[in-house]
């Protein structure tokens, strides 16, 4: 009897080894425990035995039975897992395939750049104001000190619409209109980005062209501040080894005025082919806000002080993006804009 | 301004090296945009001598020259120039020179014959043949007779020179000058300025009585001085003199002409000469031309000269152009005999008005525009006297007729030493204040406070306390000057919400897939013909530019979309087909005569092709439907609930049939739609495209609606399928609004999701299904209450539509 308990347990193991799946497995189980299974049945031949026999042979009958459960269970895990990892590995994709296209468009670098410098100057406590592209003769020349005649006007080639509206010809006239608009109270404190004209089409100019103008006017506005502010400016915007240079210029609208260069951002200041050489690259124009033109738009200029700068967005851009060609800015092939 | 570092030596020592002097000019304010070496390069080029010229055996056009340079031997040379003669000293290039350009000469056969170097014309050393004497400009160049041999050809014809290129600024007139630049450079070095020689006593009679000066308009003219030069000879001008006006970028012409030259340069003052004899009783009136008159001036041409517009005339009538052009009547010529020279000083402005009205701009009228100094006019004229009589070209009158009417006394302002440091935010010494000023010829009264500043007259450009705070910052170092921040009050940096909206705008705009574009403002007038705009259109009525650059660039815009457009055809000429493009710009739109135009800020944006399929997706064609899908997106996106499309089938750039106006409430914020066929024709498109244009102003206001919060629901929701069959001309919003109004209240969402045509769809009809979806805020609703809309809802639909439910 209990050799064939042993050899029951035997072929169950080795069956239950052998089976490939779980259906297999299954068919193992029954034969040896479902209720016609072999162990049943020797289980069932108990009765026939005799008493001192019976609670040993019970006993090793249980034994057989909790072994070979045991084994069923550890074989269904390990099939299942089997099972498992055969179906995920024949889930497998190809990820080098490209992700589902959500096309993306680009900002015009032009904007970029804008967004940019505002957002610096935003940083520093100013607001952005805005004024007319066409604009009357006062505001872009005579409320800025050139009057009709005055030989700067040269400097500015301009569109005009009718002789006294014209197409503005730098963002300055901003600086009329929100003095004129906020005196007497102070500060003033904005930048002024926009588009501007002037009659000139090559490479390096464009008839159309975006400046941004800054103005500060208050009680105690020095050119030192000035100087502070656009250093701030270059390093925010070119990098924190930038250095800038002041030189003497000049423009109506300012007194004293001057022309500010930052250290050339390809060769260090060292000199290369993109700083001609000299180590510095001209940015901007600036200056103290020439008294004639505070007065003009209802300050007082023995009470009050203040200082303009004006630069080109597409000379930045230009100096930026490494850009030779002012004329892609407005050609829109979207081989270039998509690269921004 | 081209400044000879050899010329300006005359007038002060410059001890600092080219590059110092050139970095230390421009960081006061005279900027130095190139500085140019003429001779470096040239190398082994000598003055020589021909003595004999013979026929070369094998060309006709070659000749042999044998030359001597004064020492050695002499040498054989082959040349081709046809201008040189036997006795001419020219210069020669020996073995192993090196020319402009870095041509290094060897000794060579020229058709069989060795020549030992070559002759030279001026451009082979560098020289600019637009300012060399025409006879000179080709072929050899020919040197004075008397040159010594032998000489380094630098020395000779000014190439052992430095020049300075000044960009000055239109205030510096005064710089415009060798003095004036010399007087900054002294400045800046702390050296003394040497003015140059102006005595010229004269001989034999004086002037008085041989030429009078009236000026009619003082206004325009404040001081004429004449000068009176008899028995002149017009020759050429001596080698230095040319060497000079060489470097200057100023062609050397003849004696008399190159010494006026020679004085605007050196002084800044124009002088026109005339020839006395050809001037009606040596009179000279200084006024305006008269209504209708006319004159020839000096380059033949006849000039209609207006009433606003200074003359020189003598009693016979107008004589020259003042300060613009001389008349060819009374030139000077080979043949003239005595001259009058006049120095004068003329209004800036009208010189300006009438140089621009005859489009006439010289050295001349740009130095009188800028304005010269009057106190320099005699001394100019003097000055000319002076060289006339050094290089032996004539005899000069004694004395000169000088009529000097409007004499300005000097400027003085005060200059306050505590607004200085206001101005610059720092402290410039006293000391040093008063030195900066006084080494550019200001005159200081310091009297312990404020000081008293009389302003030199040739710095007519110094008028305010401001101009002197410029002059010491310049001078002391604008970047001595610290870096500080404004203090005092502080302000909030911030966009204003439309200007932050204009972001987000752009920001989402991009993330849809279009990229933005930046196109001109004005356009060509044949824009509103391609846009197929009806001759009555408002958008007809543009801003025209007076003085475009071009036609195609001489009206501003009234749309946006034709620009883009062409920005399609552009991008589609290079191939680039499926594309999506937006911009946020001005239209202008005009509002009356002497009114500035209205300046509208609108969104437009325009799509070709499709959304390029991949492997995982079908393309998504640029239709109408992908257009109104952006902007139903960009309504939402920006909070404008309840705006409806309605058809628009009479906007000449769109598809009448596939067209829209996009309102909310009463204003129409925009339009929508695929481009007519007529107008793709006109901007050569392969294919369809969409567009719109959305009033940005009106998308700013309606967006800044505040949002309030629901509730979000509670009990689920009852999601069903309505399948109809509707003829396919019954719009769906008709439908929806239908589905909404039977739907009962709490019909939350409509969702068209599929349209079907074909298969047991009957001809001209459509088969659509709905999305719906049922909920209310405080309970379950039950399967019947939904039962009971939806079967309402399918009544109306059947009575008003025809629509048969499909399952």
């Known amino acids: ?340 | 301004m081209r400044v000879s570092l050899k010329w300006l030596r005359d007038y002060v020592d410059i001890t600092a090296p080219h590059q110092e002097l050139a970095e230390r000019l421009t960081m006061a304010g005279l900027a130095v945009e190139a500085v140019e070496s003429p001779g470096e390069g040239i190398e082994k080029v000598y003055t020589g001598k021909i003595l004999q010229i013979s026929p070369h055996p094998n060309a006709d056009r070659l000749t042999i020259c044998r030359v001597t340079l004064g020492q050695g031997e002499d040498l054989d040379i082959v040349t081709g120039a046809a201008n040189v003669r036997e006795g001419h000293v020219v210069p020669v290039a020996v073995e192993g020179a090196r020319l402009a350009g870095g041509l290094v000469i060897k000794k060579s056969k020229l058709r069989g014959v060795e020549s030992r170097g070559m002759l030279c014309s001026g451009q082979e050393l560098g020289l600019d043949t637009s300012v060399m004497p025409p006879d000179q400009a080709h072929g050899i160049m020919l040197l004075d007779p008397s040159t010594p041999l032998g000489l380094d050809i630098k020395g000779v014809i000014g190439l052992d020179d430095t020049i300075l290129e000044l960009e000055l600024t239109p205030n510096r007139g005064d710089c415009l000058s060798m003095v004036g630049v010399a007087r900054e450079v002294a400045s800046l070095l702390g050296e003394r300025l040497r003015l140059p020689d102006t005595s010229a006593e004269g001989s034999g009679r004086g002037i008085e009585g041989l030429a009078r000066v009236d000026i009619d308009d003082p206004g325009l003219c404040s001081r004429y001085v004449a000068r009176l030069f008899r028995n002149v000879k017009i020759g050429p001008s001596p080698g230095w003199m040319q060497d000079r006006l060489r470097a200057a970028g100023i062609r050397p012409i003849s004696n008399l002409v190159d010494i006026s030259n020679y004085v605007m340069i050196e002084l800044g003052q124009p002088l026109h000469a005339f020839d006395y004899d050809t001037l009606k009783d040596g009179h000279i009136i200084v006024r305006r031309a008269g209504k209708g008159e006319k004159m020839v001036t000096l380059d033949g041409s006849e000039r209609n000269l207006s009433e606003d517009m200074l003359v020189i005339a003598d009693p016979g009538g107008p004589v020259a152009i003042a300060g613009v052009m001389g008349g060819l009547a009374t030139e000077v010529t080979e043949k003239t005999v005595n001259v009058l020279l006049e120095s004068a000083h003329f209004n800036p402005v009208s010189i300006r008005r009438t140089s621009r009205v005859l489009g006439l701009r010289s050295e001349a009228s740009l130095r009188f525009e800028k304005g010269v100094d009057p106190v320099t006019c005699l001394k100019a004229a003097d000055r000319a006297a002076r060289l006339l009589l050094e290089i032996g070209a004539g005899e000069v009158a004694p004395g000169a007729g000088d009529n000097y009417p409007v004499k300005g006394a000097p400027k003085t302002i005060v200059l306050r030493p505590g607004r200085v440091e206001h101005v610059l935010g720092v402290e410039v010494p006293g000391q040093e204040t008063v030195s900066i000023l006084k080494s550019l010829e200001f005159t200081v009264n310091d009297s312990g406070g404020d000081l008293l500043v009389s302003v030199p007259s040739h710095r007519q450009d110094v008028s305010l306390e401001e101009d002197l705070i410029e002059e010491i910052a310049r001078m002391h170092g604008y970047n001595r000057i610290p870096y500080t921040l404004p203090s005092g009050s502080g302000t909030m940096g911030a966009r204003t919400p439309r200007q932050s909206l204009e972001v987000a705008v752009k920001d989402f705009m991009t993330s849809l897939g279009l990229n933005e574009t930046v196109t001109y403002s004005f356009t060509a007038p044949a824009t509103l013909d391609r846009a197929g705009l009806p001759p009555d259109s408002p958008l007809r009525n543009v801003l025209r530019l007076q003085n475009p650059l071009s036609e195609e660039q001489s009206i501003m815009r009234t749309l946006l979309i034709p620009g883009l457009l062409e920005v399609l055809q552009r991008n589609a000429s290079r191939r680039a087909t499926d594309l999506g493009l937006f911009e946020i710009g001005r239209v202008f739109l005009p509002t009356g005569a002497g009114q500035l135009p209205v300046e509208k800020q609108v969104l437009a944006a325009a799509a070709m092709g499709s959304a390029p399929s991949g492997w995982n997706r079908a393309a998504q064609p640029h239709d109408f439907y992908y257009m109104k899908g952006v902007l139903e997106a960009l309504l939402d996106r920006f909070g404008l609930r309840g705006c409806s499309f309605v058809r628009e089938a009479g906007h000449s750039l769109f598809h009448p049939g596939k067209a829209a106006r996009v309102t909310a409430g009463e204003t129409v914020i925009g339009v929508i739609g695929e481009i007519h066929p007529d107008v793709l024709e006109n901007y050569n498109l392969p294919q369809s495209a969409a567009a719109m244009e959305v009033d940005f102003e009106a998308l700013a206001e309606l967006s800044g609606r505040p949002r309030k919060y629901r509730p979000l629901p509670k009990f689920p929701g009852i999601e069903r399928d309505l399948s109809l069959v509707v003829k396919k001309d019954i719009p769906a919003r008709d439908i929806t609004r239908t589905i909404r109004k039977h739907g009962g209240q709490y019909l939350q969402e409509v969702r068209l999701f599929d349209i079907y045509h074909g298969g047991q769809v009957p001809a001209g009809c459509q088969s659509m299904a709905f999305s719906l979806k049922f909920q209310a805020g405080d309970r379950t609703l039950t399967d019947q209450e939904v039962n009971g809309w939806m079967a309402k809802m399918s009544e109306a639909l059947a009575g008003q539509f025809g629509a048969g439910l499909r399952s």
């Not at chain 1, 940019?116 to 000190?145: C, H, K, R, T, W």
């Not at chain 1, 002041?246 to 000199?271: K, L, N, Q």
């Open chain 1, 1 to 340: 009897m209990e050799q064939k308990l042993q050899y029951i347990q035997a072929r169950a193991m080795e069956e239950m080894s052998g089976a490939g799946s779980l259906e297999d497995l299954n068919e193992v189980r029954i034969r040896y425990l479902g209720k016609k299974g072999e162990l049943t049945g020797v289980l069932r031949g108990m009765a026939a035995l005799s008493s001192e026999e019976r609670p040993r042979i019970g006993q090793a009958a249980n034994r057989v039975r909790a072994e070979i459960e045991a084994r069923l269970e550890e074989r269904m895990s390990q099939l299942k897992d089997s099972l498992r990892e055969k179906k995920l590995s024949a889930e497998t994709i190809d990820i080098t395939l490209p992700g589902t296209v959500f096309s993306t468009g680009k900002l015009h670098p032009l904007t970029a750049v804008t967004r940019q410098i505002e957002d610096i100057f935003l940083g520093l406590g100013f607001s952005i104001a805005e004024g007319p592209e066409v604009e009357m003769d006062y505001y872009n020349f005579e409320a800025l000190n050139l009057p009709k005649e005055h030989p700067a006007r040269d400097m500015q080639d301009t569109f005009f619409i009718t002789p006294e509206i014209l197409l503005r010809t730098h963002t300055s006239p901003v600086q009329v209109r929100t003095m004129e608009r906020t005196a007497p109270a102070l500060p003033v404190k904005i930048i002024a980005p926009g588009k501007v004209y002037r009659r000139d089409d090559d490479a390096t100019h464009s008839p159309m062209f975006h400046q941004i103008e800054g103005l500060v006017v208050d009680k105690r506005i020095t050119f030192a501040d000035l100087r502070g502010v656009l250093q701030v400016f270059a390093e925010k915007m070119f990098g924190s080894e930038t250095r800038t240079r002041f030189r003497p210029s000049y423009f109506p609208f300012t007194e004293p005025s001057a022309e500010v260069d930052i250290s050339c951002g390809m060769c260090g200041g060292e000199g290369c082919r993109v700083c001609s050489r000299t180590g510095w690259l001209e940015i901007l124009g600036c200056g103290m806000v020439h008294p004639r033109v505070l007065e003009m738009s209802g300050y007082n200029s023995s009470e009050v002080t203040g200082f303009a700068f004006g630069m080109g967005v597409e000379r930045i851009t230009m100096l930026k993006y490494n850009l030779d060609d002012m004329r892609l800015l407005f050609d829109n092939d979207v081989r270039f804009l998509a690269q921004f």
